[in-house]
């Protein structure tokens, strides 16, 4: 593309970003500038302009530890990465102008970081660029529901889910839809002491529901038994695509085996019904037990790519701290 220029957004530009974010097929929630803002950290949105006209972008958040400027993902922020704008080119000229748009990212972003991470929308799968340009490359799952007719999404999963979901409601558990978010965070956390892990995030995802909430794009799904206690949540967002389930737990001391599926396949239904979405995503899960549960949904599975870079200078002098780990391990067990 002649004539074009990538720079930095100016935050009065952030409406015009939002709005790209909303029509490129790459774009989330996680892309637009009000999550960016929630997360409590420093970002930047690189726009890719020809003339006035915005063609692509990426946003970065990013911090400074012990000297170093680190750009990396927020917490319960899945996805970002480069968006494309729209086009109804043909499929080479598309391909040719996205590779163009991902060498400049690139190339600007080495020069204005120390250390970059970060994970790409599913839809976004020709990464060619960064690897030219130095970056280490991995891949992640997620899976995602296509909801154009819920009685084949119910036929599609598989018969053990879909029978616990049938024995849960046949043993009186129910889903009540609020905005409960301190009841569906305490069962996150239930889950999370379960494991022996603390969630960390607690202070960024409070902070993401009450802007959501004022925005009217997240609820609560959660599983009730007979005496009315709350003993599994799902809690999804949304954007103008699909939703998202971005968090869900369930009370070991009080468990149902079907209680967090029926809230999820009420969430399900919800995406569908009532917010007109015709894509649910589970915002994938490399932990094998929980991948298996999202499987049984029978979404399609998806990848996510995921790139990493680091100044050259840190690279060798993290192998050489790698090294001395294993010489070390080595020298304990003599």
Known sequence: MSNSVC????????????EFVANSPQGTIFHKSYWLKASGRDFKIYGYFKGS??????????????????????????????LFKQSDSKYVTRISNEKEINRAFAERIKRDFDIIVFRF????????PFIWEGFSTDVRYTYILD?????????????????HIIKAEKDGIYVEINDDFQQTFTLVEKTFVRQGKIAVFRDQAFKYNEILIRRGQCKSFLAK???????????????EKRSYCLLSGYDSENSHHGALA??????????????????????????QTIEESFREFGGKI?????????????????????????????????
Not at 225 to 239: E, F, H, Q, R, T
Request: hydrophobic share 45%; with cysteine.
């Open 7 to 18: 720079r930095v957004l100016e935050q009065d530009e952030y409406d015009i970003w939002d």
């Open 53 to 82: 006209e915005l063609f692509g972008g990426l946003p970065i958040c990013y911090g400074t530890k012990l000297g170093f400027r680190i750009a990396s993902h927020p917490p319960l922020t899945p996805y970002l990465g480069v």
């Open 121 to 128: 929308s599913p839809l976004q799968i020709d990464i060619q």
């Open 147 to 163: 909801l154009d007719d819920l009685d084949d999404v119910w036929m599609g999963m598989d018969s053990k889910r879909r029978n």
């Open 225 to 239: 038994n007979k005496l009315g206690k709350s003993i599994a949540a799902v809690y999804i967002i949304w954007d």
């Open 262 to 287: 029926l809230a999820m396949w009420e969430a399900i239904k919800y995406t569908k019904n009532e917010l007109g979405l015709n894509e649910y995503d589970f915002e994938g899960s490399m932990i």
């Open 302 to 334: 998806i990848p996510c790519y995921l790139v990493t870079w680091m100044k050259p200078h840190l690279e060798i002098a993290w192998h050489v701290r790698e090294i001395a780990k294993v010489v070390l391990h080595i020298l304990k067990m003599r």
